[in-house]
Nanobody, 118 residues
Framework: QVQLVESGGGLVQAGGSLRLSCAAS????????MAWFRQAPGKEREFVAQ????????YYADSVKGRFTISRDTAKTTMYLQMNSLKPDDTAVYYC???????????WGQGTQVTVSS
């Protein structure tokens, strides 16, 4: 069974940077795309970015395009989200998941909190 563990969140000032990690394990995660989602207080969870594990094609929400970069390290079986030029609106709990199209496939984990102060 595939397991994903998020880490790397924290408190940062507006304009700062953070790098999130999503460690993957299990027999089949390489067959899927992986994505980052986020959920801000009082809002629905939303898509942030996606990467195809084999090949590395990536896609971004318009709100983060040009500021966030998704990547993966195939040797470490870890996905990353480099977040630059952070804004207070980026404050949320960030989750990773396997996806098929835009549909998350696994139960949500604990996520990692990102707080951007103004």
């Amino acid at each position: 069974q595939v397991q994903l563990v998020e880490s790397g969140g924290g408190l940062v000032q507006a304009g700062g940077s953070l790098r999130l990690s999503c460690a993957a394990s299990g027999p089949t995660f390489r067959n899927y795309a992986m994505a980052w989602f986020r959920q801000a207080p009082g809002k629905e969870r939303e898509f942030v970015a996606q990467i195809v594990w084999s090949g590395g094609s990536s896609y971004y929400a318009d709100s983060v395009k040009g500021r966030f970069t998704i990547s993966r390290d195939t040797a470490k079986t870890t996905m990353y989200l480099q977040m630059n030029s952070l804004k207070p609106d980026d404050t949320a709990v960030y989750y990773c998941n396997l996806v098929s199209g835009a549909t998350p496939l696994l139960a949500w984990g604990q996520g990692t909190q990102v707080t951007v102060s103004s």
